[in-house]
């Protein structure tokens, strides 16, 4: 395939494509077939290193390189990443199985944060103001942190680096980014883009490998990186926030997610189904915001499930590059066994299937949208993040009934709740523990916002105003009066 053969397959380190020092290499499968792909650079602990003196060798000037040209790089990217939506979103369907159209959906919201952060890059401010004695003027000016590792998931291939890279390139900061090895293509194929917009040499590098702890350890133990941007699961953050507490690193964390969304009995039905639909079954359920748990009151339980039933089973599954498909193939069987697995257990605890829950035969880590009612407090599901298209619904009566359900997890990134009431929807929203809320919608996602979690979701934000925050140190300067 033409896309998959235009994509440089090897590591970019210090703006040169390079082959791993061991010339191993890793397969890239297409989850809608379990073929091959291709096969991409796999490197070694020692590659890393490479990337990261590369990093480390482009820092001073990068932060010496004035705010415009920084903002204008992005800028030219954001414009080439639009001009090429078709190549980048079939190549994300291929090597991660979601329909074209929500591929092309992710490039317009992946490209976005390239253009908010050109924006953002000449907005960088300090201040001046006296001390409350009157002897001391305090400059305070902001410096780039310095290089940063950043760490991303497989679920959006694009959006995921340029949430990361386009806040700390437009900080001045230089990078090193290792993707998820299950969808390394999207993200050789921006930095290409990056370099055709005019990226100095070093300022992003790119490792691609299927040893990420082997890789990453060294690198966070070895003091050259100053600044870990890492989106994944909580397990893995806390190992590696472990790894950075040794060396004071920087982190931002955009961890994992077990959204509660709520249908009170004053939701307006059509928009309730319609959001549950994208809270649940975008990315077909693989988002960290997915909604897991969904708590309809009882008063109509058995109509909003009836509606979710039908919107749900009249979903097409198939291949993403076919038109008309509505689902896509999970990222690999693994994902599709857990998926399976949970509903199952569901079912043993007491939940009734009203559509899929069926294991398909066939190519391919196809799995249906299913529809659980009745899911009860032992179910498995209540605690795991599901990460597929499985809606889980469970019915409460009162509003105190669903707050508390609502928060009884370790998580805190998204919920949704669904109502018409003004009061009640400030009242619970203020209750809810996450870092981002859902007011009768079910998407949360905007470049334009900080996105981010509380509790075990995570540390930090990404987007917004104060996307650029986590990649700018503060520095103070005593000025005495007169002087
Ligand atoms: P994951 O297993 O935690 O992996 C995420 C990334 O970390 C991958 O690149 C992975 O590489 C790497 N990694 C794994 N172990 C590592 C280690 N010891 N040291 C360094 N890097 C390591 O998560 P995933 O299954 O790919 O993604 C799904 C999770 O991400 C879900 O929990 C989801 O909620 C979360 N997520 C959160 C957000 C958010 O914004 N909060 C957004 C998207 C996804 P390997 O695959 O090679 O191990």
């Not at 890059?121 to 950043?150: H, K």
């Not at 953050?237 to 077990?258: P, Y």
């Amino acid at each position: 395939m033409t896309v998959v053969r235009d994509v440089p397959k090897q590591l970019f380190i210090g703006g040169t494509w390079q082959d791993a020092e061991s010339a191993r290499t890793l397969s890239v499968d297409n989850p809608a077939t379990g073929e091959e792909l291709c096969q991409v650079a796999d490197a070694s602990p020692a590659d890393g290193q490479r990337a990261v003196d590369a990093a480390v060798a482009a820092q001073a000037a990068w932060a010496a390189t004035a705010p415009r040209v920084r903002s204008e790089i992005l800028r030219r990217a954001y414009d080439l990443i639009i001009e090429r939506t078709e190549v980048l979103a079939l190549l994300m369907t291929l090597e991660m199985g979601k329909p074209l159209a929500e591929a092309r959906a992710e490039v317009a919201y992946g490209a976005e944060f390239f253009r908010w952060f050109s924006e953002e890059a000449v907005r960088i401010d300090g201040g001046l103001t006296t001390a409350p004695d009157g002897r001391n003027r305090l400059l305070v000016t902001r410096q780039p942190v310095g290089p940063c590792l950043l760490i991303t998931p497989w679920n959006f291939p694009l959006a995921m680096g340029t949430r990361k890279i386009g806040p700390a390139l437009a900080a001045g900061c230089t990078v090193v980014l290792k993707p998820a090895p299950q969808t390394p293509l999207t993200s050789l194929a921006l930095a290409a883009i990056l370099t055709e917009a005019g990226l100095p040499a070093g300022v992003l590098n790119i490792v691609t490998t299927t040893d990420a702890a082997g890789v990453v350890e060294p690198l966070l133990r070895g003091g050259q990186i100053r600044k870990l941007s890492f989106t994944g699961s909580t397990a893995v953050g806390r190992i590696l926030l472990a790894q950075c507490a040794d060396t004071v690193i920087r982190t931002s964390m955009e961890l994992g997610g077990n959204a509660p969304l709520i249908v009170f009995e004053d939701a307006d039905l059509d928009t309730a189904v319609e959001g549950t639909m994208v809270a649940k079954m975008r990315n077909m359920g693989e988002s960290c915001c997915a909604a897991n748990r969904i708590y309809v009151h009882t008063s109509v339980a058995r109509e909003f499930a009836a509606r979710l039933t039908t919107r749900m089973a009249a979903l097409r599954v198939g291949p993403g590059t076919e038109p008309g498909t509505d689902v896509g193939p999970l990222i690999d069987a693994t994902a599709r066994s857990k998926a399976h697995d949970l509903v199952q257990d569901a079912v043993k605890h007491g939940a009734t299937v009203l559509t899929g829950g069926e294991l398909p035969t066939g190519p391919g880590c196809f799995y249906p949208p299913t529809v659980l009612a009745g899911l009860t407090p032992e179910a498995a599901i209540n605690d795991t993040e599901i990460f597929g298209p499985v809606a889980a619904l469970v019915t409460f009566d009162t509003e105190d009934q669903a707050v508390t359900a609502a928060n009884d997890t370790e998580f805190g990134l998204a919920s949704y709740l669904f109502t018409q009431n003004l009061d009640r929807a400030l009242r619970v929203a203020d209750r809810l523990e996450s870092g981002m809320i859902g007011l009768n919608t079910g998407l949360v996602s905007n470049p334009a916002a900080p996105f981010g979690g509380i509790k075990q979701s995570g540390l930090g934000r990404e987007g917004g105003r104060v996307g650029i925050d986590e990649f700018l140190e503060y520095k103070y300067i005593a000025v005495p009066v007169g002087a």
